[in-house]
């Protein structure tokens, strides 16, 4: 089809995609493994944001500079240290996990950009980032943030058992891949239980983290829910495929979108990357940690994958293999065609 297949110079004159991350402690490596995932696959430029503690930054520009040019031309990326520009930094540094709470203040300090693709850093692409970054061109004129539901079922949801505060909709959502339109954040009044007209974003944070610090357990997630509680109009919810937790597999496959169109977006929380509890996961991460850039994706990506998912079949979420594998595949062979027609040059495409 005409348009279909761009040369590679085309998406790079396109407005970069913006990737943030919080990376503290122990995870320079799977903030890597995430950063990789999203260029291996994407096709617009990208333009990352890394939020790090000050003694990691040196060596994220030293894994950064390792990788060859032929992905080093995708991205462009911005350090920053841990910042928190209200309240009391000590208390954000202690929700939940040291930085977690910095995704809070993204739309403060970033102020120059207008969408944002928020990301935990054990969160893997299986398909171009350019896909998810469609889904704001859907939001409506009040949407200004795109989250999956936390769960699928209620009966076994953890907000709708065990939360001591307002959340959305009847399951809650996941903060672990949050899509926002910053400039719409920062222009926005939002309705609050605090005071009985609107407050900004930068206002409402901490006298929402003072008025329910002791009710909630997930750090910041627990605040977002709250806060898109009392402006559900300002959130677009998308499925479950494009954050898809061991939840959706571990008490039987409950994800239909994942099961229909294969796994987007790969959320490995509880640290499942690191220990044998969801082999499944550890799989795929293993398998983009160790491809080497610059080989066949198929030989040394899918098939390794492939092979290791045997593995995996005695386990439950090893059990539908195909909902793991259908986009990465989809989207290597795109990326291969993609090649295979600018090798062949512009003359004699089909």
């Known amino acids: 089809k005409p348009g279909e297949h761009k040369h590679p110079k085309e998406p790079s004159s396109l407005p970069c995609m913006h990737l943030a991350v919080v990376a ?23 333009c990352f944001h890394i939020f790090a503690e000050d003694s990691l930054k040196p060596q994220f520009e030293k894994k950064l500079k390792e990788w060859p040019s032929s992905y080093t031309k995708k991205f462009e990326y911005n350090i920053y240290p841990i910042t928190f520009s209200v309240g009391n930094a000590q208390e954000w540094k202690k929700l939940f996990k040291p930085c977690a709470a910095q995704r809070l203040f993204l739309p403060v300090i970033l102020k120059d950009v207008d969408s944002l ?7 893997l692409f299986l398909r171009p980032i350019d896909d998810i970054w469609h889904i704001l061109k859907e939001f409506n004129s009040t949407q200004l943030a795109a989250m999956a539901p936390e769960h699928e079922i209620p009966k076994i949801g953890w907000y709708s058992r065990f939360a001591r505060h307002p959340y959305y909709g009847t399951t809650g959502v996941n903060s672990g891949v949050m899509l926002m339109n910053l400039t719409r954040i920062r222009n926005t009044q939002f309705k609050n239980s605090m005071i009985p007209s609107g407050l900004t974003w930068e206002e409402m944070l901490y006298p929402l983290y003072q008025k329910y610090k002791n009710y909630i357990t997930w750090g910041d997630q627990d605040l977002l829910n709250i806060i898109f509680y009392f402006n559900p109009e300002c959130l677009y919810v998308f499925p479950c495929q494009w954050n898809y937790r061991p939840d959706h597999c571990m008490y039987g496959s409950n994800c239909k979108g994942a099961e229909e169109e294969g796994v987007s977006i790969l959320h490995g929380n509880r640290g499942v990357y690191h220990d044998d509890k969801q082999p499944t996961f550890k799989a795929l991460y293993e398998v983009i940690r160790d491809f080497p850039f610059e080989d066949n994706l198929f030989q040394s990506l899918y098939y390794p994958l492939q092979s290791k998912f045997l593995d995996t079949v005695h386990t439950l979420c090893g059990r539908i293999p195909q909902v793991f594998l259908k986009q990465i595949e989809k989207t290597m062979k795109k990326v291969y065609e993609n090649r295979v027609i600018v090798y062949l040059g512009a003359n004699h495409r089909y």
């Open 24 to 46: 503290c402690g122990d995870r320079l490596e799977e903030t890597l493994i995430m950063l990789k995932s999203a260029v291996l696959f994407s096709n617009r430029r990208l």
């Open 117 to 123: 693709l928020y990301v935990d850093t054990d969160v």
